[in-house]
């Protein structure tokens, strides 16, 4: 056989073998086609009766009532139908469908489905499933997350079609949230697949009705690795019921804002009346007071235990176990670990947490925490982040205090669910002492804790505390006025709830407000008479206060505008006013404007009330900048609603026709409690010589609008004795605010005085000012190197300086070799300056620097006169605090504050010592900036007459106090005001008794 021949058998089996392959390549690449078909269910199947979709809602506010296929087909024969009857408004209604595992394809995999609804809102998802990561939650393999898709939009109830892509953009988007919630670095996506579809919608009360029709998804392509997953199912029936989308809440499904108050034995049935919803427990092993409270509808949070050896350390997690908590505890929300929590316990705390997460893997409960510093950190540890501050009876002021809230919550990691506590009461160490000292104790006015509040939530957080420390029932001053106002605030809350825990902040705009003037006729300016004159002056004094306060209400004055999800816009506005921590003034005014931008061309505007929702159809129009919106009266602050959606109208009124009784009665009892102790006050200062002009005016009005209050009740004009009594108490607030400003008119701060850090205190100043005497500026200076002229003196004396280290902080503290105002050559500096300008913190964690003078000695009953001169070169930034100055006597929450001067400026401060010992000065920089301080002196002043010695001796005219002194009598053994009420036995007594001692 010749060569050629030999070659031709190998010709024909390298052909047989292509075409072999040929073959085998198309069969496999039709077998791809047909795996990657798409997934159709089109539920045409009506006759049978079987359906494919489950749901899930909170069976206590959520009943089914009908689900079945019907005829009522989007296309083809059938659709299913859902039918619900929700309870309350936002209730959530989840609908599940399971799916052929398919592996994702970025830009490719996508589901649909049509849905017809009789509200817009409901909401598409995939359940994208992560086989190589584990979850936290269970310990076991596959992590599961949701995947957004499209929102129902249609008003009109007909069909839409929803869509649920996986682009490159929406998977990215739901890893980066996956990893922020588990606190993962890295999330391991290989493999990756969806296999089931979500339809959630957050209904309003009544019925909600679905249909469901023709649902595709493709390609279909099998996953490599597909993970049973039946054991999620188990696991939702333990987990704890709140959770958490990045900075929003939900309990049992329900959109949540948390109003908490520490629990103190009171009646479970009475806060649930009061709207709490969930109270601070001090021992989480109590079982009575788990159930009595869970059974009145309260969630709980709780101190949790503590793996404590035998020398009262904590044992170190990687070697200690807690017992695992009993089912006893489910009524517990979450894990309290500590309010004002500091940045050195860090480690303290990580190390706890770790303890825990072990004994709590079966209910996995969130961890929280009040934190005062390094707020980032702390909410990589705490899924809710406390971020609270004290601003009652401080020099910081509200406006302050918002943006203090705002920069913590902005400090922490991004989506962070923020939540603050609200000062109800003073601090027990202001309180305490002024007690036993027989002075008159501190009240925290109600109109304090409202706008503290609002403050809040114009700073965009999630829940409220209201701090307390005893009983809410307690026999206080001012006791009663907390609970009655704490009772209105948690109406209001609950009235807006679903849009404060879901809503996003948007922006602040500025409001506009009408204030009647105070007219000065002809007669009051120029009366002959003493009388006359000293209306005149009054008149005087307070358009002053008027002429002081305009320039500053621009800033005062502010809305939030806070957007939610289905495009609503609820607007918050606040008026913080200046010194407002101290004494609140009017607060009130008429034709208050604000325009808010971005308002939607078919949106409706309605003045949310406890006890109306009103229509401002014809106080709107639109100018440049958006929709200007009018409200006719104005009271401290004010909550309007900007929707297109009707029925949210409805449902306010349904919930407000319920509460308008109580709300009215409530407001009513409020201002008639307040003005017993404002009178009461008021003559006290009456007969020390301190009266207002237009006192007895104000009173007379408060109780005019009282009368007419209470004749609006009887006829169940609920909204209109609602705003009687907010004007009485108005009344009361413009009498309030008067007297104070004569007290404080020429100090250099409100808490340069222990006793004008509040109306109730404002007698014992008077009484204090006139045992000064004339000796108010005379006497050996106590700290003798007060001029820093000497370092060696410094030295000698003890003064202490200590400095922190921070992070990208260069913080000094020196003698300045320059011209000081007293003539000399150095003041002290104390310097805190970034070491990169371009990369400058925003908030300073700890005071970088801080110096104290030696003790002095004072002695019981001496009156100390403290002064100084201060100047900031270079503006403080990176805390609220500024430069802190204050005393050990009252301590750093009644110091003096500054961020800023012009040039030299000069301080004072007037303190009791109620005891013998000592006492020192402390100046702190609390953040970035450059601060000089000089001639500082401190004056020990022995007044001939103990405390209360001078009731009724006046010495100065509040005009000229310090430097004035006039209507010189002495009034002895002056009794009581007549009919004055004894506002608690308890503190008169007290009082009393520290007098005769």
């Known amino acids: 056989?010749?060569?050629?021949?030999?070659?031709?058998p190998h010709i024909g089996l390298r052909f047989g073998l292509h075409v072999c392959g040929f073959l085998l390549g198309?069969?496999?690449?039709?077998?791809?086609?047909?795996?990657?078909?798409?997934?159709?269910?089109?539920?045409?199947?009506?006759?049978?009766?079987?359906?494919s979709w489950y749901w899930q809602f909170d069976k206590q506010k959520c009943r089914l009532i009908e689900h079945r296929r019907v005829d009522q087909a989007h296309k083809g024969?059938?659709?299913?139908?859902?039918?619900?009857?929700?309870?309350?408004?936002?209730?959530?209604v989840e609908l599940r469908h399971s799916l052929p595992a398919t592996q994702v394809l970025l830009g490719e995999t996508h589901l649909s489905v049509w849905v017809r609804c009789q509200q817009p809102g409901c909401q598409l998802s995939l359940r994208l499933v992560l086989p190589n990561e584990i979850d936290p939650t269970t310990g076991k393999t596959a992590l599961m997350i949701p995947l957004e898709g499209d929102t129902y939009t249609d008003e009109e109830g007909r069909w839409q079609q929803l869509t649920c892509r996986t682009t490159k953009r929406a998977v990215l988007k739901t890893i980066g949230w996956a990893r922020n919630y588990y606190e993962k670095t890295e999330i391991d996506t290989e493999g990756m697949y969806v296999d089931r579809a979500y339809l959630t919608a957050k209904s309003l009360a009544g019925p909600v009705k679905f249909l469901i029709d023709d649902m595709r998804l493709g390609p279909r392509v099998r996953p490599p690795t597909i993970i049973p997953v039946d054991h999620r199912e188990d696991a939702s029936a333990t987990a704890t019921p709140a959770k958490f989308h990045l900075d929003q809440l939900t309990i049992e499904g329900k959109p949540t804002f948390l109003r908490i108050l520490p629990y103190h034995n009171e009646d479970p049935a009475e806060l649930a009346r009061l709207r709490f919803n969930t109270a601070w427990i001090p021992d989480f092993a109590n079982v009575a007071v788990l159930k009595k409270l869970r059974a009145q509808g309260l969630w709980m949070i709780a101190i949790p235990p503590q793996a404590i050896g035998p020398d009262g350390e904590m044992y170190d997690a990687r070697t200690a176990n807690l017992a695992p908590f009993s089912k006893d505890t489910e009524g517990i929300l979450a894990w309290y670990l500590?309010?004002?929590?500091?940045?050195?316990d860090k480690s303290l705390i990580t190390n706890w947490i770790e303890t825990l997460r072990g004994a709590d893997r079966k209910y996995n409960r969130p961890f929280m925490g009040d934190v005062a510093g390094l707020e980032l950190s702390y909410s990589r540890l705490f899924k809710m982040l406390g971020v609270s501050r004290n601003v009652l009876h401080t020099s910081l002021n509200f406006r302050e205090y918002r943006e203090a809230l705002m920069a913590k919550r902005h400090a922490a990691r991004p989506g962070s669910f923020c939540w603050t506590w609200i000062e109800t009461e003073p601090a027990p160490e202001l309180d305490g002492w002024r007690v036993a000292a027989g002075w008159h104790p501190v009240v925290v006015e109600p109109e304090q804790i409202r706008l503290q509040l609002y403050a809040a939530l114009q700073a965009g957080n999630r829940g409220v505390g209201f701090m307390k420390s005893s009983d809410l029932n307690e026999e206080r001053p001012g006791g009663l006025e907390r609970k009655l106002v704490v009772q209105l605030l948690n109406m209001e809350l609950d009235l807006i709830e679903p849009w404060l825990a879901t809503a996003t902040l948007r922006s602040t705009v500025p409001v506009k407000i009408s204030q009647r003037k105070q007219q000065l006729r002809q007669g009051n300016l120029f009366g002959g008479s003493a009388e006359?004159?000293?209306?005149?002056d009054e008149l005087l004094r307070a358009r002053t206060d008027d002429l002081r306060q305009k320039p500053r209400l621009k800033k005062e004055l502010e809305a939030a505008v806070l957007e939610t999800v289905d495009g609503n816009l609820l607007i918050l506005p606040a008026w913080l006013e200046e010194g407002a921590q101290f004494v609140p003034g009017r607060l009130g005014g008429e034709n208050v404007r604000m325009t808010v931008p971005g308002v939607s061309a078919t949106a409706v505007a309605f003045e949310i009330t406890t006890t109306g929702v009103h229509s401002l159809d014809g106080r709107t129009r639109r100018v440049a900048g958006g929709l200007e919106i009018t409200l006719q009266k104005f009271d401290q602050t004010a909550m309007v609603l900007l929707t297109s959606n009707p029925r949210l109208k409805m449902e306010l009124d349904r919930k407000v026709y319920a509460m308008a009784p109580e709300s009215a009665a409530i407001s009513l009892r409020l201002a008639e409690t307040k003005l017993e102790r404002v009178r009461a006050i008021d003559r006290e200062l009456v007969e020390l010589g301190y009266p207002q002009g237009d006192g007895l005016g104000n009173i007379r009005k408060c109780e005019s609008s009282l009368r007419s209050a209470r004749e609006a009740l009887r006829l169940k004009d609920f909204n209109g004795a609602r705003i009687l009594s907010g004007e009485a108490m108005q009344a009361l607030r413009i009498l309030q605010r008067g007297h104070w400003n004569d007290a404080v008119r020429n100090l250099s701060s409100p808490t340069s005085s222990l006793h004008t850090l509040c109306f109730q205190t404002l007698p014992d100043h008077w009484d204090m000012m006139a045992r000064f005497g004339s000796k108010i500026s005379v006497g050996d200076n106590l700290l003798r190197s007060g001029d820093f002229e000497d370092l060696d003196t410094m030295i000698a004396e003890g003064w202490q300086h200590k400095q922190r280290e921070s992070s990208g902080i260069q913080a000094n503290a020196e003698l300045a070799p320059r011209p000081s105002p007293g003539g000399g050559q150095y003041s002290l500096r104390l310097a805190a300056?970034?070491?990169?300008?371009?990369?400058?913190?925003?908030?300073?964690?700890?005071?970088?620097v801080t110096v104290t003078t030696p003790p002095l000695t004072v002695q019981s009953g001496q009156l100390i006169h403290i002064r100084g001169q201060i100047r900031i070169r270079r503006d403080i930034t990176g805390s609220a605090d500024g430069v802190m100055f204050y005393d050990s006597l009252a301590g750093p929450a009644q110091g003096l504050r500054w961020k800023s001067t012009n040039g030299w400026q000069r301080f004072e401060m007037f303190r009791e010592a109620t005891h013998s010992g000592s006492m020192t000065l402390t100046l702190s920089l609390t953040g970035m900036g450059d601060v000089l301080i000089d001639q500082l002196q401190v004056i020990a002043v022995t007044p001939s007459r103990s405390i209360g010695g001078f009731r009724g001796e006046k010495h100065y005219d509040p005009r000229h106090i310090l430097t004035v002194p006039v209507n010189r009598r002495r009034v002895q053994g002056m009794a009581k005001p007549q009919g004055r009420e004894r506002m608690n036995e308890r503190y008169d007594s007290r009082r009393n008794d520290a007098r005769q001692r």
Do not use: H, Y
């Open 1 to 8: 056989m010749d060569e050629k021949s030999r070659s031709q």
């Open 26 to 51: 198309l069969l496999l690449w039709l077998g791809g086609v047909c795996a990657a078909a798409e997934f159709v269910e089109d539920f045409e199947d009506v006759s049978s009766g079987e359906t």
């Open 77 to 92: 024969q059938g659709a299913e139908f859902l039918n619900f009857e929700a309870a309350d408004e936002g209730t959530l």
């Open 338 to 344: 500590g309010t004002g929590i500091p940045a050195a």
């Open 532 to 536: 006359a004159r000293r209306r005149k």
């Open 833 to 848: 300056l970034p070491l990169d300008a371009e990369r400058i913190p925003l908030l300073v964690p700890e005071p970088p």
